[in-house]
């Protein structure tokens, strides 16, 4: 009797009590909500194929400095970004995900100084499949962060 009631034979959209929870977010009904946009510091020459990797309604753009950058974007730094790092940590909202790129050959002491510099996640080499990969992860922990923020407010 209760797996009549639980089953989900119509093509629904998905609820909290649906048992054909979707894993995959491109599979999710669209939302008319801001669209996420990359916001890139650095030589776009390097992320060239990017975009054609990232989800469906995501946009990839240049910014000159950190005051082009806007609230919930996530920044891209391309190269050698440690000292940008920190200081896009320290005027930038910390919900805003920083990602850094570096070369293959960047040593570990550069990938580790990124890091402590505040940045959100560290990729080398710069394959577009993989960086989109990372910064898609980066946007599922920036939506994850304000859930969290939202239920710790109602326990105020």
Known sequence: MLVQLNRNIGARDF????????????SLPATTGPRPVVAVLGPAARIAGLAQHLPAGWSVRAAADLDEVHPDELVLFVGQAVRDVA???????????LVALVDDAAPAEMVAAVLTAGADACVRGGQPAILASHLVAC??????????????????
């Open 15 to 26: 609820s909290a009590t649906a048992t054909d929870v979707p894993l995959n977010p491109a």
């Open 87 to 97: 200081l896009a940590r320290r005027l930038l909202p910390h919900r805003t995900q």
């Open 139 to 156: 946007r599922r922990r920036q939506l994850a962060g304000r859930w969290a923020q939202l239920n710790q407010q109602d326990r105020r």
